[in-house]
Structures are given as structure tokens and as C-alpha cells.
């Protein structure tokens, strides 16, 4: 239900605002009859993570994707968008909200490979915190066996130096693939499209009517 929620409200939210009344009755709509109080402590902690803003409109509390990495009508109707990135974390924005969309289990392996081939180096943890991998998530994905390991010292010295447009401590970790799996490769290519999606105007290319999605 969680992987079910998240891909829902990013849908939802995707060009518009909703307060929580108005997301619990589109949700009702569409099959998905969560507690108001459930809902709302989601909304929050999607808050928290900065997935989600959050501002007053009394009485009601009104939700909608961050600017930096929504995509509003209006921007479309402005031509193309710049192929750069004016805020040095609004890549891991896109990202993140990308990677919402994937279930639990796989998103910190697609996090770190996407992040690895995108930037042709280990994924530190302070990137994962930018991409919406909290330390307890972490911490319960390497008790056990997995295809994620921590990259070697000896590696990283280099990939701190060449990191200049955000701040990575000097004791972070950093992490890296310990081996290749068709459905990680799979979920990655997902998100790299729809970070592609988000930076180009596809307006007249793109079927109207959705019809994939990133959940199997």
C-alpha cells in the first residue's frame, strides 16, 4: 500500500495543489480509502522530507511538489527548458521524487546506482539524504546481505575533491554497486527518463494517456 500511496499522491499533486480533503477524495476515486489521520501524518513526514510543500490557506492545509521539481502547464507553454541546473540540489530533487515511486526495498540500490553512473563515482550519504534515504533506512539495508557495499577510502579522496556544488563531509561514507541486477537496471533507466522528462519540454511528443508506470 505505501509504494501504491506514494506513486498516487506524486500523480495527483503533479501540476497542482490539493488540500488533504480534496487528495483523500481523489485517492477515494481512484481505489485508495486511507484514514484521514493516516493521510495526514503521511502528508507531514513527506514534508519533513521536502517531497512535499506544505503551506496554510485557512482553514485547510494545502500540499503540492516542490517548484524546483514540478512541472507546471504554464513553464511548457515558455518553450524549452535550460539544459542546466540553476540550484546545485535540484538534481537530487527530481531524483527523489522519482524515486518515490519505487518500492521500498529497491530504492536505496537504485539510488546509489543511478547517482554512481550519473556522476561516474561512489554515492556518498550525504547524497542519499538529498535523495530521500533517511539514516535508519539505511542502517537496516546493510545489517543484511545486499548488493550495495561501502566504497573503500582509498577511492574516495579523489571524488571529494571533485565534488564542488554541494558540501560533503570529510568522514561520509560513501557507497557503490557490489554487483549488477536486471531489475535495479530496469528501475534506474525509470528514473534517468523521468529526470530527462523533467529538464525537456515533450509537449507534442508524449501520448496523452499514462499508461506505464515505475511499480511492475
Excluded at 558540501?167 to 528501475?187: K, Q
Amino acid at each position: 500500500m505505501e509504494e501504491k500511496l506514494n506513486f498516487k499522491l506524486l500523480e495527483l499533486l503533479e501540476g497542482r495543489q490539493l488540500s488533504i480533503s480534496g487528495l483523500s477524495r481523489e485517492l477515494k476515486a481512484r481505489g485508495i480509502d486511507e484514514h484521514r489521520l493516516v493521510l495526514t501524518g503521511y502528508l507531514r513526514a513527506l514534508r519533513d522530507l521536502e517531497i512535499l510543500e506544505e503551506r496554510e490557506v485557512p482553514p485547510s492545509k494545502i500540499y503540492s511538489l516542490p517548484e524546483k521539481a514540478a512541472e507546471p502547464m504554464s513553464e511548457k507553454s515558455r518553450g524549452p527548458r535550460s539544459p542546466g541546473f540553476s540550484d546545485p540540489e535540484e538534481i537530487y530533487s527530481i531524483l527523489r521524487i522519482q524515486l518515490l515511486k519505487i518500492n521500498l526495498d529497491s530504492r536505496i540500490p537504485v539510488g546509489v546506482y543511478v547517482v554512481s553512473r550519473l556522476f561516474e563515482r561512489p554515492c556518498f550519504r550525504r547524497e542519499l539524504k538529498l535523495i530521500g534515504i533517511t539514516q535508519k533506512h539505511l542502517e537496516q539495508y546493510l545489517e543484511k546481505p545486499g548488493i550495495v557495499c561501502e566504497a573503500q577510502d582509498a577511492h574516495l579522496k579523489k571524488a571529494r575533491t571533485d565534488i564542488t556544488k554541494i558540501e560533503i563531509p570529510a568522514d561520509d561514507p560513501a557507497y557503490e554497486m557490489r554487483e549488477s541486477r536486471e531489475e535495479i537496471t530496469r528501475f534506474a533507466n525509470e528514473v534517468l527518463a523521468g529526470l530527462i522528462k523533467n529538464r525537456i519540454d515533450l509537449e507534442g511528443l508524449v501520448a496523452k494517456s499514462k499508461q506505464t508506470t515505475l511499480l511492475p
